[in-house]
């Protein structure tokens, strides 16, 4: 796996931003329930095994996809509620790392600074 670069600082909105949205789309959406199920005695640990099924994984992306557009027209439409929305995300993630820029698509920038609007 190639080394990934920490945000810049002028970034740190963006970061607060992704957060909060990964913690109200998908940590908080169907993922929840399988992760607080008991522990599989026979596949724990066992990379080879699949832990969630077709179904399941349709279902999670399905509504991260959802929220994610849902929060996106919020965005556009109605800033305040957004940014409400933003502060609630931000609840859940406090003792998160905070994320870094990754290189491992080719339509992401090899430079930070052609992030820059």
């Not at 859940?92 to 994320?99: G, K, L, Q, S, V």
Request: aromatic share 8%; hydrophobic share 35%.
């Amino acid at each position: 796996m190639k080394k990934s670069t920490p945000a810049p600082e002028d970034l740190s909105g963006l970061a607060r931003e992704a957060k909060a949205l990964v913690a109200m789309a998908f940590r908080n959406g169907p993922i929840e329930n399988i992760h607080t199920g008991r522990t599989c005695p026979t596949c724990h640990g066992k990379q080879e095994y699949s832990h969630i099924t077709q179904a399941e994984m349709r279902e999670i992306m399905k509504s991260a996809v959802d929220h994610l557009y849902t929060f996106l027209v919020l965005k556009r439409s109605d800033h305040a509620a957004y940014e409400a929305l933003l502060s609630f995300g931000e609840r859940y993630t406090t003792a998160w790392d905070e994320p870094v820029l990754t290189r491992r698509s080719e339509w992401i920038p090899s430079s930070p600074s052609s992030l820059e609007v």
